[in-house]
Each structure stands twice: as structure tokens, then as C-alpha cells.
């Protein structure tokens, strides 16, 4: 499975963006999809994590009711969609996927490169 993440961008505080990440390759591994993010000096953290059906989501709570994670099976993609960004939204965003359940980075298997999002104050 390969992974693509893409729409990071650099956005004003209150802002919106949202990210896509494309998945190619043996997509009927993945069982959950997750976004994880990483500021300078912080370790990898959990953003948001969606079952394959769609049918279940997670967010961390800094971002929840602000951020919503979606997925298009049809295309293979999972979204971010990032309103009411702060500074502290700020980070390397990264996809991830699993054909666990676990949204640890330490259990997922396959990665995209990040994309960053820069939020000016």
C-alpha cells in the first residue's frame, strides 16, 4: 500500500484546509486510516482515525468539533477537513493505515510523507 498526502498549505488563524491523502496499491489491507501530526520538538500525535466502512471515527480532543475525518472509497482517499485553525494546529501532517484497529503510530504499517500546515497568528 502506498500513501500520498497532499493540501497542506500555510493559512491564517481561524482558517480552513483540508487534507487528502491517496491510497494505491493493495487498499483491501487497510482497515483504518489515520492522520497523525508532529510539531517541532513533539512527538508524533494522533489527530484523527476513521474505519475503512466510514462507519467509525476518533479525533484527539484538541481538534474535535473542529476537525472532521472523512473517507471516499470510490477514490480510495481520506480526508481532513480543518476549520478554526490555531497556531498550536500548526505541523508536519501525516496519513497513515492500518489493517488493525489501533491508532498508535507504532502499530500502523503503511505511511505517506507529510504535508505541512503553517498557521500565521
Known amino acids: 500500500v502506498q500513501l500520498q498526502a497532499f493540501g497542506g498549505g500555510l493559512v491564517q488563524t481561524g482558517g480552513s484546509l483540508r487534507l487528502s491523502c491517496a491510497a494505491s496499491?493493495?487498499?483491501?489491507?487497510?482497515?483504518?486510516m489515520v492522520w497523525f501530526r508532529q510539531s517541532p520538538g513533539k512527538e508524533r500525535e494522533l489527530v484523527a482515525a476513521?474505519?475503512?466502512?466510514?462507519?467509525?471515527?476518533r479525533y484527539t480532543p484538541a481538534v474535535d468539533g473542529r476537525f472532521i475525518i472523512s473517507v471516499d472509497n470510490s477514490k480510495n482517499t481520506m480526508y481532513l477537513q480543518m476549520t478554526s485553525l490555531k497556531p498550536e494546529d500548526a505541523a508536519v501532517y501525516y496519513c497513515a493505515a492500518s489493517s488493525g484497529m489501533v491508532p498508535n503510530p507504532q502499530f500502523m504499517e503503511y505511511w505517506g510523507k507529510g504535508t505541512l500546515v503553517t498557521v500565521s497568528s
Open positions: 476513521i474505519t475503512r466502512s466510514g462507519d467509525s471515527t
Open positions: 496499491g493493495r487498499t483491501s489491507d487497510i482497515a483504518m
